[in-house]
């Protein structure tokens, strides 16, 4: 054989084995994925605060490794050293920890199922971490544990050693589980209720486990304690051990399913997704599943690092929302509601947050995946008819948790950008409902009454985060008047919104030229800080919400003073040092730490409010400095290792600013058909759209150095503009970037060119 091997190196050149080793690995983008990205975090420091997710996209379940205690938002970090078991998750992120979860850990030896005692070490050195599968050695059991999954279900594959005492621990965690051994058909069955925000009406997580090895021992316990003689337990922490025999290497398999409707439709999922199937052909869709989905953006001509940093940024963006329905025996779409605690027609997705991923992630879903969030817009429209509201953080109902009303801007924009099939008009008049009133769990608008009296909510009427909250009901209502008019409603309805997108005015302060808390009286707060972080502002400082003007920039540039005066506070942004104040918070959040350690000034793209602030050069005559901070951001701030985030990943909006980066636009303004110019990172991508079109990007003398757009042709047509149009992009489009090493000052200096502002339509 090694001979055989020697002739054929001598034989093939060593060139075309590369060209070869690389046309494969492009064809199978789910390998360059490193699930592990960002897991190196803690409470303290966010470099991504993710963990190994283990499902199909989209999947109603999750699985992950656990490393941290039950209960514990961080449930694995990368720097520990032991496994408590595989955990079924549907955690978006460990801030607002995980609902509906269960977990399962091989043990040999003495009969452990405390989550301390039955512990493992393991190492980094045999794990293997893929979308579609994860495989680690159990060191103090001796253990071998895999895992591969479908939407609704899994397959476990154990190897154990030669043992009388190899068992399996079930546990259904605390605040409320139940356990059922049923021996005869070697199966467990049971539920879990905990859960972590809101309030959920009769949730359950029920669950089914299969074993296709005979437990010849068995027993369930509670709390801290063995129950004997006991089949069936329902308690605060419930779990089951069973137990066997095992010869050196044997392979015990299990099947897994979980429902939020019942046991039987979790017996029907298992049927459904698993059938006959083995671990190996589950393996082999679920890694299908993921080539599928990633291929539809082909990426080359970039450094592997790249590469694996770009498919691992857009697996994440396919893991939430997952999925929330079922499809019953009658072959129909079903949910549990939360809401009304039973079972509903209809889609339904949980699991992220607007504030967050209304500013790219779903953008991208409608320009690469629309089909998908067709039925995302169709969950909208169940949250609205049983909750009566639109959620703005889903986990999996209503969660008290961050601001503004930007479910707006996901409603609007994916009609805006052609999606249909859906009742658009239910969901319009649900925007209007939250637009004008405040709801629970920061659903609708806190303060609206203030707002649609004032224009702004005041900073005096203890209501935290005051000048944010404004700026961001501006936006929102910018949204709904761009989706009243598109759906040909009355001016007079739609007009209000129009004239309310403007009140971002009202707290704009003449004298600093920078967004700031305003009193009730029309004066503004006194003193005033601009690097203080919170108070008036939402995670961030006045620095970075300043720019959330996402619509009207041109508005905004008049507020400072005109375009130079706009570019100069823009340069200054970067130039000045990471100062801050964190004594609203009383200590030194991590995302202060984080945009100190990124040290590129002001600028905390660690957060979400700061994202989109590089492409503003764009609309004030200067985005070869877009193109500039594009690439150090990207170069900088992203790499392919357990650090590689620079703060929360949070649902695919930090992935979502790589992925439309590397490609060579951004969205900064959903709700319009624009995106805005940088730089492409790739020599070549090619995006295969649903309609069956592409968008072919090329620029094959991309480099380290030659970041910089020398000119730019579309369609074999020279393209001036500073944004590309999405309607455009549909129809496919071959765009051919000109890279150079050095800015080109007279490309994009047109006003003409420049992307939409509100106040330059109005004209």
């Not at 205690?69 to 520990?80: E, I, P, S």
């Amino acid at each position: 054989m090694k001979k055989l091997t020697y002739l054929l190196l001598f034989i093939i050149p060593l060139t075309q084995l590369k060209s070869q080793w690389v046309e494969k690995a492009l064809d199978h983008p789910e390998e360059w994925v490193n699930p592990l990205i960002g897991t190196l975090s803690k409470p303290s420091l966010s470099n991504g605060n993710t963990y190994p997710a283990v499902t199909v996209p989209y999947g109603m379940n999750l699985w992950t490794p656990q490393t941290g205690k039950n209960g514990d938002g961080w449930q694995y970090q990368y720097d520990a050293d032991k496994i408590r078991g595989i955990k079924q998750t549907h955690q978006p992120s460990p801030w607002m920890n995980d609902y509906g979860m269960f977990s399962i850990m091989p043990v040999t030896g003495k009969m452990s199922f405390n989550e301390d005692e039955r512990a493992s070490w393991f190492s980094h050195k045999s794990e293997v971490s893929k979308p579609y599968y994860y495989s680690v050695y159990l060191a103090n059991h001796n253990v071998t544990a895999e895992v591969t999954p479908t939407e609704r279900a899994a397959q476990f594959r154990l190897t154990y050693p030669k043992s009388d005492s190899s068992w399996v621990v079930i546990d259904a965690f605390d605040k409320g589980s139940s356990i059922t051994i049923i021996p005869s058909q070697k199966k467990i069955v049971g539920y879990s209720t905990r859960y972590s925000r809101g309030k959920l009406v009769g949730f359950k997580n029920y669950f089914v486990i299969y074993s296709d090895k005979p437990f010849t021992k068995y027993t369930s316990w509670k709390d801290k304690s063995l129950v004997k003689d006991s089949l069936h337990i329902t308690g605060n922490h419930c779990g089951a051990i069973i137990g066997f025999a095992t010869q050196k290497g044997e392979k015990v398999n299990l099947r897994v399913a979980s429902s939020f409707i019942s046991l039987e439709q979790a017996e029907l999922n298992l049927q459904r997704e698993l059938s006959k199937d083995s671990f190996d052909t589950t393996y082999e869709k679920a890694k299908l599943s993921w080539n599928e989905k990633l291929k539809k953006v082909e990426v080359s001509g970039g450094s592997i690092d790249q590469m694996r940093t770009f498919y691992s940024a857009l697996y994440r963006m396919l893991c939430f929302p997952h999925k929330m329905y079922e499809i019953n025996k009658n072959n129909e779409v079903v949910h549990y509601s939360p809401y009304k605690g039973k079972t509903e027609p209809g889609y339904r997705f949980a699991g992220t947050g607007f504030w967050d991923t209304f500013r790219a992630l779903y953008p991208f879903l409608n320009l690469v995946y629309p089909s998908i969030n067709v039925e995302m817009q169709k969950g909208l429209i169940s949250d609205y008819k049983e909750g009566g509201w639109l959620p703005e953080w889903s986990s999996p109902a209503y969660a008290d948790c961050m601001i503004g009303n930007n479910s707006a801007s996901v409603v609007a924009d994916a009609y805006i950008k052609g999606l249909r099939g859906y009742d658009i008009n239910t969901l319009y008049e649900a925007l209007l409902h939250g637009a004008n009133n405040a709801g629970p769990e920061a659903t609708g608008r806190m303060g609206i009454e203030y707002y649609k009296k004032l224009g702004y909510v005041p900073y005096d009427v203890k209501i935290n985060e005051n000048a944010a909250r404004t700026l961001e009901y501006a936006y929102d209502d910018f949204t709904i008047y761009k989706l009243g008019k598109a759906l040909g409603r009355p001016e007079s309805e739609w007009a209000e919104y129009a004239k309310r997108s403007q009140n971002y005015q009202k707290i704009i302060d003449p004298e600093t030229k920078l967004a700031r808390g305003r009193n009730l009286d029309g004066s503004f707060q006194k003193p005033f800080n601009p690097f203080k972080w919170g108070d008036a502002f939402t995670e961030g400082n006045s620095w970075h919400y300043t720019w959330s003007v996402f619509h009207d920039i041109e508005g905004l540039s008049k507020l400072m003073g005109g375009k130079k005066q706009f570019v100069k506070k823009l340069d200054s942004l970067f130039e000045m040092p990471p100062l801050f104040d964190d004594s609203y918070y009383g200590s030194t959040i991590h995302e202060i730490q984080e945009m100190i350690n990124a040290n590129m000034g002001q600028y905390a793209h660690g957060n979400q409010p700061a994202q989109h602030i590089i492409y503003l050069y764009n609309y004030a005559g200067e985005p070869w400095k877009t193109q500039y901070w594009v690439r150090e951001t990207l170069n900088r701030l992203y790499q392919p290792t357990p650090d590689g985030y620079c703060g929360d990943e949070d649902n695919g909006q930090t992935s979502a600013w790589y992925i439309f980066s590397a490609l060579g636009f951004y969205p900064v303004t959903p709700a319009t058909d624009q995106y805005v110019l940088g730089a492409p990172l790739f020599q070549k991508a090619i995006i295969h759209l649903e309609n069956g079109k592409n968008i072919e990007i090329n620029a094959q003398e991309n480099s380290k150095e030659k970041m910089y757009v020398k000119s730019l042709n579309m369609n074999g047509q020279p393209y001036s503009k500073n944004w590309l149009n999405h309607q455009e992009l549909m129809k496919g489009a071959v765009l051919q970037f000109i890279m150079d090493d050095k800015p080109n000052k007279n490309r994009g200096t047109n006003e003409k060119d420049f992307p939409y502002s509100y106040s330059t339509d109005k004209k």
